[in-house]
């Protein structure tokens, strides 16, 4: 059975940093991994994405971290605003595929963690 759960949303201040969780189990770790956000009434989207071997990756404000032995990934966000607020999804890619961080190629979803960032 595939699980994917996240651990560390909350409350925060904007300006704070806040990190996120995602363990997993029951499926193949050779694969692209990612985190998604959802904002209230707008689409999922995709923040990043992290290649298997990898032991992280940067884009803007996101870090994505991965511990393969350890089935874990995390997700390190700073300068927090408002508009970070959101569901936060963990997410393993489709195995094969180009790695792009969109819906269309995810394989398997956590349940979310919520993050709601205070002005």
């Known amino acids: 059975q595939v699980q994917l759960v996240e651990s560390g949303g909350g409350s925060v201040q904007a300006g704070e940093s806040l990190r996120l969780s995602c363990g997993g189990s029951g499926y193949s770790y050779n694969r692209c991994m990612a985190w998604f956000r959802q904002a209230p009434g707008k689409a999922r989207e995709g923040l990043h994405r992290?290649?298997?071997g990898m032991q992280s990756s940067t884009k803007g404000r996101f870090t994505i971290s991965r511990d393969d032995a350890n089935n874990q990934m995390f997700l390190e966000m700073s300068s927090l605003s408002p508009e970070d607020s959101g569901m936060y999804y963990c997410?393993?890619?489709?195995?094969?595929?180009?790695?792009?961080?969109?819906?269309?190629?995810?394989?398997?979803w956590g349940q979310g963690t919520q993050v709601t960032v205070s002005s």
């Open positions: 992290i290649f298997h």
């Open positions: 997410a393993a890619l489709r195995v094969g595929n180009n790695c792009s961080p969109i819906v269309a190629n995810v394989d398997y």
